[in-house]
């Protein structure tokens, strides 16, 4: 009979993908002629075997739990009766058996479909259909793990370095607003490491043009269509202009539909049914006049002297998506501000954020009710109040979406 040699030491160079050899352990066999007998003595100097394999001519035909032979065996007369009979008599005649070369991941599948008894039983290893050894259950489950962890942290720090590259592709546009706006700030955070919100900040001679805009989705699907939309965003500067708002919307959604079969609205097997909600504005220096295109977003205006907060909602069609018309054309709304008005855009993460004790959205009347309340604040004050009362409300519930928001003083 042969003895048991031990567990093989793990010698997986590094390039290659674990195997199911990789968890073969050398363990005692018996033949499908010797008796229960000798399987009780082998039972017995191995008390570490969970199961032993049944080997004929080098073939593996079976597997004989440690547990249900004991059970067995331990019954009145078994043993006068079965001792000495041979051993497929308590032998599971169809265990999984699987080549030393199948990969872990078809080895966990193939393991789950094959049911309890593969995970608590083990399975057979066979190199070339040649008997070789046994897996184990839980040895088997411990790699998986592993994989699971390497393959997760792997994939965080491509996220990781995917934050470091959106937050660079926004960095000019902050310095931007720095360098141009002095009482100016705004808020960017990503629900996730990378998000789906962006903004966009041009500075011209006579004005300067700003963009707050929410991207489908959050996360890396988010982040993708950041780079879309702002890349798409950025030629139509080049080619129309910062000065004409509604024009760039509608630039935009051109070139969204078309790089995602988007195709009038209409098409029946569309690339994706994604885009853009988005606040466009140009501000004119010498004017004052805020020139204003909103797609699904609204501005919060406070004049100086006025007791209330002005609403300039934008239109009702978000930029891209499947139901938006390839040539609908936004509109620019015009307001003339005064020397010390305050305006404010928000993307919905800040408005649909869920909480309070009735866990009901934040809503527009508390930002309203927010601005009123610290009108005189410098923007960075006022947003850091904002971002506050933001936190307070949503206590120990989930944080929904993305979170940008922008805040300037004429």
Excluded at 76 to 104: Q, S, W
Excluded at 138 to 160: F, G, K
Aim: with cysteine.
């Amino acid at each position: 009979m042969p003895e048991a040699t031990g567990y093989l030491h793990d010698c997986r160079p590094r390039f290659r993908q674990p195997s199911a050899g990789d968890l073969c352990v050398a363990v005692p066999s018996v033949t499908m002629e010797q008796t229960n007998e000798e399987v009780m003595a082998v039972f017995a100097t191995h008390r570490e075997l969970a199961s032993l394999p049944v080997v004929d001519s080098g073939q593996a035909v079976g597997l004989i739990n440690r547990s249900h032979f004991l059970s067995q065996m331990s019954k009145p007369f078994h043993r006068e009766l079965y001792n000495r009979k041979t051993c497929i008599a308590f032998m599971d005649k169809e265990p999984l058996v699987v080549e030393a070369a199948m990969g872990i991941e078809e080895l966990s599948f193939k393991t789950v479909e094959f049911g309890e008894k593969a995970l608590s039983d083990g399975f057979i290893i066979t190199r070339s259909g040649v008997f070789a050894g046994v897996g184990h259950g839980l040895q088997l489950m411990r790699v998986v793990a592993d994989m699971q962890a390497a393959r997760n942290l792997q994939v965080m720090h491509s996220i990781e370095y995917a934050s470091v590259i959106q937050r660079s592709m926004l960095r000019t546009s902050r310095e931007a607003l720095a360098q141009t706006r002095q009482d100016a700030d705004l808020v960017w955070e990503p629900r996730d490491v990378v998000g789906g919100d962006f903004y966009q900040f041009n500075s011209m001679a006579d004005g300067w043009f700003a963009t707050v805009a929410d991207c489908t989705g959050h996360g890396v699907p988010g982040a993708f269509m950041t780079l879309i939309a702002s890349i798409t965003l950025s030629k139509a500067i080049e080619q129309h202009g910062p000065r004409d708002p509604a024009l760039l919307l509608s630039s935009v959604n051109r070139s969204i539909k078309q790089m995602l079969g988007q195709m009038d609205g209409g098409d029946e097997t569309p690339g994706s049914d994604d885009g853009m909600d988005a606040a466009c504005f140009w501000f004119d220096s010498a004017s004052r006049e805020l020139r204003f295109a909103g797609a699904k977003t609204a501005l919060f205006v406070l004049h100086p002297g006025e007791a209330g907060v002005e609403m300039v909602d934008g239109d009702r069609k978000g930029v891209g998506y499947v139901d938006s018309d390839i040539d609908f054309a936004w509109q620019n709304r015009s307001v003339q501000l005064q020397p010390g008005s305050l305006v404010f855009v928000s993307t919905d993460g800040l408005i649909d954020q869920i909480g309070g004790p009735k866990a009901i959205a934040f809503g527009k009347r508390r930002v309203r009710d927010t601005l009123l309340a610290h009108r005189e604040l410098p923007a960075a004050a006022l947003n850091g109040v904002m971002q506050r009362e933001l936190q307070a409300w949503q206590g120990s519930h989930h944080r929904r979406d993305d979170l940008t928001f922008f805040c300037f003083r004429a």
